[in-house]
Every structure is written in C-alpha cells, then in structure tokens.
C-alpha cells in the first residue's frame, strides 16, 4: 500500500463545479504539501499544511491530522485549474524529504 | 520570483551514452532536488544536495551522479543511459532545510533513452 493515497486519480468536472481532491497518508506526518502541475511539466507549490485549514484565492486546503487525511477544494472552477494536482507528505522525523502521491488529473470543461 | 531553469525541455540519447542533466537557480538557495517522475508511480527524489560540493543520496539512486561545484548549479548525471532511464527529469531548490520549507521546481527534462 501506498504511503500516500489521493482520490480520484482523474476527474472531469463543468466550469463552476465544486472541486474536491482527497488525500489520505499512512505514516506520522511534520506537514503536508499541495502542488500543481501544468501539461508540459512545470510544477508549483500551492499551500503546506501543518494543521487547520488554508485558503488562496478560490483555493482551500484542510487537514485533519488525527484523521490522516487531507482535502483540496476549489471552488467555482474554471478550465484554467484543469492540471494535475500533487499531495506530498514530509514524514516525521525527516526534515526534507516529501513522500508524493500520484497526483489527480483535473480536467474543467467550459 | 524563484526562477529554477533545466538545460533541455526534452532530450533524446541511445543506450551507453552518457548523459547531463544541468539545472540552476538564481535564489542563492542552499538546498538542491533532482527527482524523476513517472507515470503510476508520482516523483521520486533521486538526489539531494545541502551545499556545494555536499550531496546526500535519496530513494532512487541507482544508476545516476551529481555534481555541485557552484551554489546555484546542481547536474544530475546518467554515467551510462539504460532504456528504464526514460523518464521526466524535474530539479527543485529550497531556501531552507524544513518540513514546511516550499521547494521550487524547474519545468523538467523528458529524457528517451533509444
């Protein structure tokens, strides 16, 4: 089983929709990372969570530690979200390494 | 802004050759990733590199180098490319060592090895 487990692997969704992207993880964790990837590669780190909840823009992470689980939402959603989105994990104890899931392809449709 | 910037988009090579993967960052950061990406299994980190000249082996080591010989300059080397080498190529930096420290990633180099 994997450290890091994200739900779904893919997901088509209308412009406007309600996103959500989940992510359970296995092991103690110091923090938790959300990214985002464009097709052609380039990545970029859109919150870490150490607990609580996150909000940027349309954008809003949650993490409930006791849990082990993690949500990303988007809110009024728009073909320009349409991206991989990465969960990644930096255990407990390590003090850089992440642990990354395999990522959800979104795709928003006008 | 971070600006992480990789030699080559994309970079076809045969078999036996050896290969260079160049990554530099203008932040003046410490920290240097090299990690591969492929399809089913997410990124994996490859090496990692605290300073210059210092390097620390990751979770997939085998079969590749790295030289740090300028802070900003980080190379990823294939001494001998195989065909299971194939793969997305993506360099990151950090400012600072931590769990809650944001890495910046380059745009990554899809290597074909033939």
């Known amino acids: 089983k994997n450290e890091v487990e994200q739900s779904p692997q893919n997901l088509t969704a209308q412009e406007g929709e309600f996103i959500t992207i989940n992510c359970s993880y296995s092991?103690?964790?110091?923090?938790l990372h959300w990214l985002q990837q464009h097709p052609g590669g380039g990545i970029v780190s859109l919150f870490m969570?150490?607990?609580g909840k996150k909000k940027h823009g349309r954008l809003i992470a949650t993490i409930n530690i006791q849990e082990k689980h993690s949500s990303l939402h988007i809110t009024a959603s728009h073909p320009r979200d349409s991206a991989v989105y990465i969960c990644a994990v930096c255990r407990g104890g390590s003090n850089y390494k992440l642990t990354f899931g395999k990522g959800t392809l979104l795709t928003v449709n006008p | 802004d971070v600006k992480v910037t990789q030699s080559s988009r994309y970079l076809v090579k045969r078999t036996g050759e050896k290969v260079f993967l160049e990554c530099v960052q203008d932040m003046d950061h410490e920290n240097m990733f090299w990690y591969r990406q492929d399809p089913g299994l997410g990124l994996r980190l490859i090496y990692f590199s605290y300073d210059v000249k210092m390097k620390e082996k990751g979770d997939i080591p085998e079969g590749y180098s790295v030289s740090r010989e300028k802070k900003e300059r980080f190379s990823l080397i294939l001494e001998s490319a195989s065909t299971n080498q194939t793969s997305m190529y993506l360099c990151a930096s950090s400012e600072r060592l931590g769990s809650t420290d944001t890495q910046y990633f380059g745009p990554g180099t899809r290597l074909t090895v033939l």
């Open positions: 092991v103690g964790i110091s923090a």
């Open positions: 969570l150490s607990s």
